[in-house]
């Protein structure tokens, strides 16, 4: 199985993206999926993530009211809608997937086991 992260493109400050998330075998559950970024020289960080069964959602403070990350149960597919984006926001953006997080590891990156191959957000100012 293979998580498929599609949706990056160069945009100008204030414009919005929308992120996708989709494992290539549709069959696939997981018990949580997130969204990470990594900016050119620094680490990889978290952005925001769901669970799949309760539809809960956590962000990152420096999305928080402009990023919206959501699932389509029918397609099996997350997304995450990028709003206002700032030149800051400019990173590879990660999907990735997990078996089993809590509350309190949810945010962390060891977390997950399956990853996507990124995609590129560029934000221009």
């Known amino acids: 199985v293979q998580l498929q992260a599609s949706g990056g493109g160069l945009v100008q400050a204030g414009d919005s993206l929308r992120l996708s998330c989709a494992p290539s075998?549709?069959?696939?559950?997981?018990?949580?999926v997130g969204w990470f970024r990594q900016a050119p020289g620094k680490a990889r960080e978290f952005v925001a993530a769901t669970r799949w069964v309760s539809g809960a959602t956590v962000y990152a403070d420096s999305v928080k009211g402009r990023f919206a990350i959501s699932r389509d149960n029918a397609k099996n597919t997350v997304y995450l809608q990028m709003n206002n984006l700032k030149p800051e926001d400019t990173a590879v953006y990660y999907c990735?997937?997990?078996?089993?997080?809590?509350?309190?590891?949810?945010?962390?990156?060891?977390?997950?086991?399956?990853w996507g191959q990124g995609t590129q957000v560029t934000v221009s100012s």
């Open positions: 990735a997937s997990s078996n089993g997080v809590t509350n309190s590891t949810i945010r962390l990156s060891r977390s997950y086991n399956l």
């Open positions: 075998e549709r069959t696939f559950r997981s018990n949580a």
